[in-house]
């Protein structure tokens, strides 16, 4: 019993040291595309930055675009609990939707586009237009993101009923937000990045306010 015992304690911390080692690889990657760009990027760079061997490093993602598709999933996931997290307690279901309510949604996703997730990704996205390989992986779940990205923005807004205007309101923060974020070189980018909150924000409300006034 102590053998059998022995295996299954062994297996299990093996398991759980071959998984913290590829989260590991997964964020030095995550951190090598926006240091460095997803073109500069080489499966060298990311087993020095994950601090493992290059032979662990072959272990786990025995080429290239092998850690690249892993990193679209790995990115996939927590971009998603990112903007859920962000997103947390800003509309009560037992209290009138208020202007700073709003204001604030758009405010947490100007921090959203701002995360090294969101940079990251934008690195794969751009390569993903001229790769195919990786355009298949990002495809995969692209669809399935702005399944759940709405459903969050549902969760977060229990007022808005009409859902056409919801998408619509939506679609206006995110490719705004978007826009936004991947204008790096902008000069005064977050005195103009206020400006464009408030924007945003005024149409929100005016959307929302017609939407209630119309069920």
């Not at 604030?104 to 690195?123: H, I």
Request: with cysteine; glycine share 4%; hydrophobic share 40%.
């Amino acid at each position: 019993m102590k053998t059998v015992s022995g295996a299954q304690i062994g297996e299990g911390w093996q398991a759980e040291k071959s998984a913290l080692t590829r989260q590991a690889i997964l964020e030095a990657a995550v951190r090598c595309f926006v240091e460095y760009g997803y073109a500069r990027t080489t499966t060298a760079m990311i087993a020095e930055e994950a601090s493992v061997s290059r032979g662990a490093m072959m272990h786990h993602f025995p080429s290239r675009s092998a850690v690249m598709n892993a990193v679209v999933g790995y990115l996939h996931v927590r971009r998603i609990n990112e903007y859920r997290a962000l997103m947390t307690d800003i509309d009560s279901p037992d209290q009138k939707m208020t202007r700073k309510a709003i204001r604030t949604s758009v405010e947490s996703a100007w921090k959203y586009v701002n995360l090294p997730s969101f940079v990251a990704y934008q690195e794969l996205l751009s390569a993903a237009r001229t790769d195919q390989e990786l355009a298949k992986a990002v495809g995969e779940v692209e669809q399935d993101f702005e399944r759940e990205f709405l459903k969050t923005v549902r969760s977060v807004f229990p007022h808005w009923k009409q859902v056409k205007s919801l998408q619509a309101a939506h679609d206006l923060v995110q490719f705004v937000m978007q826009g936004m974020g991947v204008a790096y070189r902008s000069s005064h980018r977050e005195q103009r990045a206020r400006r464009m909150i408030d924007t945003v924000t005024d149409h929100l409300e005016r959307i929302y306010f017609e939407d209630a006034d119309n069920p």
